[in-house]
């Protein structure tokens, strides 16, 4: 049976050029890039491509880039990292309440260590007001923590709006951009972007890599203590197959990225069309435009995502209800609440997330095996039948 892979923002497979460009860093170039023997020189030289690739990315220097486990170290290490250094100055932290887990539970773990976060609410379409945060500064304020990009909903935030405010009050501004690299442009001094998290997996680079970029003269603790790696900021030995990976993956992504964002947004397009005008009482999520080219988030009313998914599967298509840890637990989406979706619609969501590899002809299968699927699961709805009911009273 064919497999259709829509679930582009819990993970993407790695790239085939990626793959090749990392393969010697297994049993050929294996030194220690500390030590200082030949192979362990080509080890070192490979970690400062991929610094440099990844900095010219985001336009950075290759000095403000380090590398992580992945997207929630980075969200850990900036937060945390930023909580600890400047807590003479003051314990107040801004954030929203749409942010991945690795931000929302982190802020949570200071908050019990004595730390004020303020969670600023979103609108209907999850776009936070630059006005809110405005208002929400303190003269104890040390951070505020805005996403670049929704991975559930892929509504894009007003960034460069928010880096400016931040810089006016002297501020930290830092932004998981896990979901946007490589889909946004970004620029970290145009943004004023302090610091920026990434993860590997979410660009064609392997699980388990990520980096921080952390803006010169921004001072923050560290978070993993030992030995001396990365400038003495983050220890560890370097992962160097997958720091090669991320830098290639990166780049490509980046280089790639108009003519990339050009075809997904016309399957993104084709897709949300095909099912808002072939099934009735559902409705996007997110904004309209703001939006990052490969999500499409839908809500169906009078049914679970979580049957949606399990009917998918068994045609072949990969797909998600929220983000993944979301379909972990029974609670809804804390993005679709926040958005103002009662709880009834929050779990009847299903997010399609796009890649540059997804065809129209994957696109149109799932046209035409969602709505049959949508339809025997709300003919075992009571919900479903108590509104055709009242519908045909009407
Ligand atoms: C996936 C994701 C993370 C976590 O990244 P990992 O590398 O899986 O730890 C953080 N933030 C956002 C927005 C994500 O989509």
Request: with cysteine; net charge negative; hydrophobic share 40%.
């Amino acid at each position: 049976m064919k497999s259709i892979y829509f679930d582009n923002a819990a993970t993407t497979p790695v790239k085939k050029e990626v793959f090749d460009e990392i393969k010697p860093y297994f049993m050929d170039f294996y030194g220690n890039p500390s030590s200082i023997y030949d192979i362990a020189k080509e080890s070192k030289k490979a970690i400062d491509k991929a610094r440099k690739q990844v900095a010219d990315a985001i336009g950075a220097l290759p000095e403000e880039i380090y590398f992580t486990a992945g997207g929630s170290e980075s969200d850990n290490w900036a937060i945390k990292g930023t909580a600890d250094a400047l807590e003479k100055k003051g314990r107040h932290i801004i954030t929203t309440k749409i942010e991945h887990h690795a931000v929302l539970h982190t802020c949570e773990f200071l908050e019990k260590h004595g730390y004020e976060i303020t969670y600023l609410p979103v609108d209907e379409f999850g776009l936070v007001s630059v006005q809110d945060v405005k208002s929400a500064i303190r003269p104890d304020t040390i951070l505020i923590s805005v996403m670049f990009a929704n991975n559930e909903i892929g509504t894009i935030e007003p960034i460069a709006k928010i880096g400016k405010i931040a810089k006016e009050n002297g501020i930290y501004f830092h932004t998981d951009a896990v979901q946007a690299i490589g889909h946004v442009n970004i620029d970290v001094n145009e943004m004023n972007i302090d610091m920026l998290s990434m993860s590997g997996h979410k660009l064609g680079a392997p699980k388990g890599v990520g980096a921080l970029y952390i803006r010169k003269g921004i001072k923050i603790s560290n978070l993993i203590h030992g030995g001396a790696q990365e400038k003495n900021k983050r220890a560890g030995t370097e992962n160097v197959p997958a720091i090669v990976g991320l830098g290639k993956a990166v780049e490509i992504a980046v280089s790639e990225m108009e003519e990339a964002n050009k075809k997904i947004t016309k399957l993104r397009d084709r897709l949300i069309e095909g099912i808002t005008s072939n099934i009735s009482n559902c409705r996007l999520n997110g904004h309209p435009q703001k939006r990052l080219p490969g999500n499409a988030n839908i809500s169906f009313e009078f049914i679970e995502g979580e049957s949606m998914l399990l009917l998918l599967n068994m045609k072949g298509i990969c797909a998600s209800s929220g983000s993944a840890c979301t379909s972990g637990s029974l609670d809804p989406s804390h993005v679709l609440l926040a958005i103002g979706l009662p709880h009834e619609k929050a779990h009847g969501s299903l997010r399609i997330t796009l890649s540059k590899d997804n065809t129209q002809e994957e696109v149109d299968y799932l046209l035409k095996e969602l709505p049959p699927i949508v339809e025997r699961l709300r003919q075992m709805s009571p919900l479903y039948e108590e509104y055709i009911k009242d519908k045909e009273a009407v």
